[in-house]
Each structure stands twice: as C-alpha cells, then as structure tokens.
C-alpha cells in the first residue's frame, strides 16, 4: 500500500516480516496467564489449601497407632480443594477474555481459533501440572519431620506415583475448566451479538415505521395546500 504526499513523494507502508506460527501463540498466552495477578493469587491458595490440609491429615492419621502405615499416602488428600480452584483458573483464562473483549484481539492475533484453543490449553495444562506437582511435593516436605520413618521416600517408584499423578489430575481438570469457560464464553459472546442485531433491527423498523408516519401525516397537508391554491387562482380569474 502507497501513498503520496503533497510533494508527490511515494510512502510504502511497513511490511510486516513473519507470520503467526503455533510457538508464539504459546508465548503470547504463557505471557498472558503469567501476567494476570489473579493466576498467582489462586495458585498461592490452592497450594497453601493443599500443603495446609494434607499435610493436618497425614500428622493426624500418624496419631492413630492403626493408621501409621497409611498416613503417608494422606499427602493429596486436600486435592480436591486444588481441583475447584485450578478448575476455575482455567476458566477465567477464557471468560476473562469474551468478558473484557480481549478475545477479539487474540482472534485477530491469531485468526485460527483452534491453534489459539490448542495454545491456551497446553499453556493451561502444563501450569496445571506443575501446580499439583509442586504442591504434593511442598506437603510431602512438611509432613516428613513429624512422620520421621514413617514417611514415604521419593525415591520408591510406586510412592513417585502420588506426585506425577497429581500433577496430571491438576492438568486434566485445568483443561475441562477451559473446556467450559471456553463454551460459557462462546455463548455469551453469541447471545450479546444476537441482542445488539436485535436492537439494530427494531432501531431500523422504528426509524421506518416514524418515517413512514411523518410521510402519511405530510400527504393531508400537501393537499390542502393545493386545494387551497386552486380556490385563490380562480377566485384571481373571478375577478
């Protein structure tokens, strides 16, 4: 695109080198989610929910003579409150967007809607992970001074387990709060276009039923006006 100035000198608008490639619709998003002060402030709660809650019941089954062995196996046992609350962190990455109207921004960014849904959710998943991850292994950390022998040692195969997979619960349910704030957002956002086509439609039937009455009110006038005109001419040829 050209334009010429007053001098007649051609200006060439800036090209733009590049294009959208599915890596920086990753960083784009991991920058997004890293950015919002809310997505730190859930994360801290849901880990201190966790590390609080689990690490109280494992210290409480190790006070039961019949529950030594199984306490160390207590560490997730507040992982259902980390679940509420990473599933609500993955879906305000979506709703967060339709209600702010950023969403069109990452459309525009990213025209295709499913490399931009695939993007939020491997950023969304692997932030998930590492969030059950990190909390089992900070409960973990806190219980093994009061269960002292008692503990479970990361370096057994099958207790490793409880960690890795925490980590994936955390990612699986981060991924269906994104699923469904991604499906509330989307029918929000089409519900909101529907009323604003709605209200532009019943604007344009108002303005042409209020032009179509202006005009049927003007039609009597106009007639009398001429009646009028025709009864001053012959009175003018009367005389």
């Known amino acids: 695109m050209t334009a ?47 590390v609080l809650f689990g690490a109280a019941t494992a210290i409480g089954y190790h006070g039961i003579p019949e529950q030594v062995d199984q306490a160390k196996y207590q560490i ?58 990190l909390s089992t292994m900070a409960t973990w950390a806190v219980t093994v001074p009061f269960l002292k022998d008692d503990a479970g040692s990361i370096t057994d195969s099958e207790y490793l387990g409880f960690f890795w997979g925490s980590g994936l619960a955390f990612a699986a349910i981060a991924l269906m709060g994104l ?35 202006r005009a049927r009110g003007s039609a009597p006038d106009l007639r009398r006006r001429r009646h009028h005109r025709s009864l001053r001419r012959g009175e003018h040829l009367g005389r």
Do not use: C
């Open 4 to 50: 010429i100035t007053a001098s007649g000198t051609k200006l060439r608008a800036p090209r733009i080198n590049g294009h959208q490639t599915f890596g920086r619709a990753l960083r784009s998003e991991w920058i997004k989610i890293r950015s919002l002060r809310s997505t730190w402030v859930t994360s801290a709660v849901a880990m201190g929910v966790m």
């Open 76 to 133: 997730t046992s507040a992982a259902p409150f980390g679940y509420i609350i990473v599933a609500v962190l993955g879906a305000l990455q979506v709703t967060g967007e339709y209600a702010s109207g950023q969403i069109r921004s990452s459309l525009t960014a990213t025209p295709h809607r499913g490399r931009l849904l695939m993007a939020k959710a491997a950023v969304v998943a692997v932030f998930g992970f590492f969030l059950g991850l």
């Open 179 to 213: 699923a469904y704030g991604f499906l509330h957002g989307r029918r929000h956002h089409d519900r909101r276009r529907g009323a604003l086509r709605h209200h532009g439609a019943a604007a344009d039937d108002g303005l042409a039923v209020g032009v179509g009455q």
